[in-house]
């Protein structure tokens, strides 16, 4: 082993420590100001590591990506009014989450893929879906093809799921708050709606657990947890939204631990897990400073057949 | 690859410091800190950039390139409202953000 991976491993763990620490400064009033800015040294450092891993293809996208994510966010993130930070929140958090289940994607349909090289006649002949057909790069010998693990395979699908639910509902969430979306949402029936949705993404998601992983029923199960997020946030009324954004925080942070543990990468299951964690206690927190329950804000505007209009 | 029982002992251990580095939070800190953990996940950036830097097809490659557009949206709008947030309770200024400390 030579001492790059070795550098890399310690990167990581110094960032993880860092976004910890970070994180620890910024709960009490004295030292927060010095806390993002830790957290950012920890960012920092492990992007950076990130470039210098061994067998990364496509870096001059790579780059390109990232420069352009950082500015627009920058520049967005720079000029918008104070009154507006809850929105620019959710937005980023969405961003994160969508993240997260793109991860979850590229690692399924490489499963699919690896899957279709490994035991070709398993896989049925859908011809334009057939993985092989979009082949740009020479793929690697068989020998150095390796599957995903059947948990990995579960936490990845899991990710995924959370992270899109995650993405589409915090996009929503910054639509209320923007003033993009005014109404509430209501129909009735729809906590039974939303519940058949969430069941049926789950029985795709532990379908393509299982090992039945196709690409149509890759794409239908991304479609059918970006619509569950979008249900779930649509009834819920823009006073209760930093509570369901601080909800998908939590969510995304979850996410992030989850693909960190596909990828094998340590700073990320404990920056994701810290925050899933955090996350989840502030939502409880922020509902309890409103005397509200948790389930009280997202189901309230359910049953009550609108007893609390506006 | 890490293997199963070892990550899970860093998932629950993990969890557990989240959930003390928030026990005890001052009302007037909830949203700074949310948003905090907003960008310290967003982490998701080194993880977008692997999968990016890992995909082989054409399709893998743009849903790649999303996420790393995404990860990186995370994790520098994270920084910059963080911080634009936290600027109110600089220690040279009494009386904007010392009210709960």
């Not at chain 1, 891993?53 to 990506?65: C, F, W």
């Not at chain 1, 948790?294 to 209009?309: C, D, H, I, Q, T």
């Amino acid at each position: 082993m030579s001492w790059l991976p070795i550098a890399i491993k310690a990167c990581y763990f110094l960032a993880a420590l860092l976004f910890i620490l970070g994180l620890k400064r910024m709960s009490s009033p004295r030292t927060a100001r010095g806390g993002i800015v830790w957290a950012g040294y920890g960012m920092l450092l492990a992007v950076l590591a990130t470039f210098f891993l061994p067998d990364m293809q496509h870096r001059g996208l790579i780059v390109a990506a990232v420069l352009i994510g950082v500015s627009a966010a920058w520049w967005s993130g720079k000029r918008v009014a104070m009154t507006a930070m809850p929105q620019m929140v959710a937005l980023y958090n969405g961003m994160g989450g969508g993240a997260a289940a793109a991860i979850g994607a590229v690692e399924l349909i490489g499963y699919v893929r690896t899957l279709a090289i490994l035991h070709p006649a398993g896989i049925p002949d859908t011809s334009p879906l057939r993985p092989e057909s979009w082949a740009i790069n020479a793929l690697p010998p068989i020998s150095a093809l390796v599957a995903l693990s059947p948990v990995e395979l579960a936490l990845g699908v899991l990710g995924a799921l959370i992270g899109a639910v995650s993405f589409s509902g915090s996009l929503i969430a910054f639509a209320k708050l923007q003033g993009w979306l005014d109404k509430r949402f209501v129909f009735p029936g729809q906590r039974a709606v939303n519940l058949l949705l969430l069941a049926a993404a789950v029985l795709i998601g532990v379908l393509l657990a299982c090992g039945h992983a196709s690409l149509p029923l890759i794409v239908v199960f991304f479609a059918l947890a970006l619509l569950f997020g979008l249900m779930m946030t649509l009834p819920i009324g823009g006073a209760d939204m930093p509570v369901v954004i601080s909800l998908y925080n939590a969510f995304t942070g979850l996410a992030v631990a989850f693909e960190g543990f596909v990828l094998g990468n340590e700073a990320m299951i404990i920056a994701g897990m810290v925050v899933g964690a955090a996350g989840t206690l502030l939502t409880q927190l922020m509902a309890k400073a409103m005397n509200r329950s948790l389930g009280n804000v997202l189901f309230g505007s359910f049953g009550a057949a609108g007893g609390e209009a506006q | 690859m890490i293997d199963g029982f070892l990550a899970l002992y860093i998932f629950m251990l993990a969890a557990f410091t989240g959930y003390e580095i928030i026990a005890r939070v001052p009302v007037i800190l909830h949203t700074p800190l949310m948003s905090g953990s907003n960008f310290v996940h967003g982490i998701v950036l080194v993880g977008a950039m692997i999968a990016l830097g890992h995909a082989q097809t054409r399709f893998e490659i743009v849903i790649g390139f999303i996420g790393v557009l995404l990860g990186a949206g995370n994790a520098a709008g994270g920084y910059v409202v963080t911080e634009r947030m936290l600027e109110m309770f600089k220690p040279s200024k009494p009386g904007t953000g010392k009210g709960a400390h």
